[in-house]
């Protein structure tokens, strides 16, 4: 069955420096999304993505984020400064083709970042 | 209270039972989504209910969702030890799958 993978599983960083988290989405799907979970809260809405252009972004998605998709395959979250509340679970999802219309969306298994 | 809450925090039961989990939520929405997290794994998408329905079923699952009161509720029927996970809700406001996350319900199923 198609899945959404992550890379890496964890990763560990100082403050200050860059991080990027690698996505590969189901193949035929369209729209991309990040999500991130803060140990103990709620799941949070990061960013959209379609036609390789962000749809929509959150408050917390700020001038340290960015994503992009650098080739048919890869989808990547790249944080520029890391700060110690970054640290965080961070959820890629896909859809597209017959869940667009479902509004299912397919996660990842997550990359746990550690910000020291 | 935030859109999408869910109580209770923790539900234990035991194999067999019926377990209820509630949803509530502020703002109009395009649809509702279950969600179920294993722990320290991805999400996985259970079932949708579009705000012009009111109840959904599938499988063992059956979603209600009541508009007027902006609160949903999901039931699993026949629990089973391989239930046990973390049970969200998520509101779309918009259909373009934006997700609001309530805090999630804790589902301990013994055997």
């Known amino acids: 069955e198609p899945e959404v993978t992550q890379t890496p599983s964890h990763q560990v960083t100082q403050m200050g420096q860059e991080v990027i988290l690698r996505c590969v989405p189901i193949s035929n799907h369209l729209y991309f999304y990040w999500y991130r979970q803060i140990l103990g809260q709620k799941v949070e809405f990061l960013v959209s993505f379609y036609n390789n252009e962000i749809s929509e972004k959150s408050e917390i998605f700020d001038d340290q984020f960015s994503v992009e998709r650098p080739d048919g395959s890869n989808f990547t979250l790249k944080i520029r400064s890391t700060k110690l509340e970054d640290s965080a679970m961070y959820f890629c999802?896909?859809?597209?083709?017959?869940?667009?219309?479902?509004?299912?969306?397919?996660f990842g298994e997550g990359s746990r970042l550690t910000v020291l | 209270s935030q859109q999408g809450e869910e109580d209770p925090q923790a539900l234990s039961i035991q194999e067999g039972e019926n377990a209820t989990m509630n949803c509530s939520y502020k703002?109009?929405?395009?649809?509702l989504q279950w969600y179920r997290q294993n722990s320290g794994r991805g999400l996985v998408h259970l079932i949708l209910?579009?705000?012009?329905?009111r109840e959904k079923h599938s499988g063992r699952l059956r979603v209600t969702l009541d508009t007027s009161k902006k609160s949903s509720s999901l039931l699993i029927t026949a629990s089973r030890a391989a239930d046990t996970a973390s049970y969200f809700c998520?509101?779309?406001?918009?259909?373009?799958?934006?997700?609001?996350f309530g805090t999630g319900t804790r589902l301990l199923v013994s055997p």
């Open positions: 999802a896909s859809s597209g083709g017959t869940s667009a219309t479902t509004g299912e969306l397919f």
């Open positions: 209910i579009r705000s012009n329905e």
């Open positions: 998520a509101t779309d406001a918009t259909g373009f799958q934006k997700l609001v």
């Open positions: 703002t109009s929405i395009n649809n």
